[in-house]
Nanobody, 122 residues
Framework: QLRLVESGGGLVQPGGSLRLSCAAS????????IGWFRQAPGKEREGVSC????????TYADSVKGRITISRDDAKNTVYLQMNSLKPEDTGVYYC???????????????WGQGTQVTVSS
């Protein structure tokens, strides 16, 4: 059974950092592009970042460029999202998802984790 599990969320003050993890089981991540999405209360799910398979090219939403870094460790079957200089507007549930290519459209991703809550507040 294909499964993605996010972890690493929590409550952090503005300017703080978090590292989210997306661990896969039941399949090997190295064949897939992995996207991170977030959803704030009352808002649509939006793409944050994506990393392609093998070549590892990355994309970022304009709102997070320079503050967030996506990386993958295929030996650990895990993708990470390092988030620095966090802002209150980064608050939301963060999800990772697998696809055969990177895309900003959530509906193109078939396999999703359950999400991890990130709250940025003083």
């Amino acid at each position: 059974q294909l499964r993605l599990v996010e972890s690493g969320g929590g409550l952090v003050q503005p300017g703080g950092s978090l590292r989210l993890s997306c661990a896969a089981s039941g399949f090997t991540l190295d064949r897939f592009a992995i996207g991170w999405f977030r959803q704030a209360p009352g808002k649509e799910r939006e793409g944050v970042s994506c990393i392609s398979s093998s070549a590892g090219s990355t994309t970022y939403a304009d709102s997070v460029k320079g503050r967030i870094t996506i990386s993958r460790d295929d030996a650990k079957n895990t993708v990470y999202l390092q988030m620095n200089s966090l802002k209150p507007e980064d608050t939301g549930v963060y999800y990772c998802a697998a696809n055969d290519h990177c895309s900003t459209y959530p509906f193109t991703f078939a396999s999703w984790g359950q999400g991890t809550q990130v709250t940025v507040s003083s």
